[in-house]
């Protein structure tokens, strides 16, 4: 079996990291219909300090965040992950791992 990669080409801003999909959530949805961050954390099931962290970009939106924050907003998952993994790309290329300097590439052959 062959492997074919494919580049998929992901657009990252170069003078600045992109915004925290958390930032979003408060400055796009719970600031201008003045939801709090209590009656935010109820309606997504989660505990006020867990919304807190994701706000203040401790914390990722994972997958069951982005679900529930699709259904509650009628948006797409794929708005709320997407941002989520651009912001962690944007950061993961400009502070790698120290532990990426003792991984070796493999020198793998296809017969």
Do not use: C
Not at 53 to 59: E, F, G, L, N
């Amino acid at each position: 079996m062959k492997y074919n990669s494919t580049k998929t080409t992901i657009r990252l801003p170069q003078n600045r990291p992109p915004v925290h999909p958390g930032q979003i959530l408060l400055e796009e949805y719970m600031l201008p219909y003045d939801i709090t961050q209590q009656a935010m954390a109820t309606h997504l099931k989660i505990s006020r300090k867990h919304l807190i962290d994701i706000i203040h970009a401790s914390k990722p939106i994972s997958l069951e965040i982005a679900q529930r924050l699709a259904k509650l907003f009628q948006t797409s998952i794929d708005f709320w992950i997407q941002g989520q993994m651009v912001y962690d790309l944007w950061h993961a290329i400009r502070h790698p791992s120290p532990k990426l300097k003792s991984i070796k590439p493999l020198k793998l052959s296809m017969n």
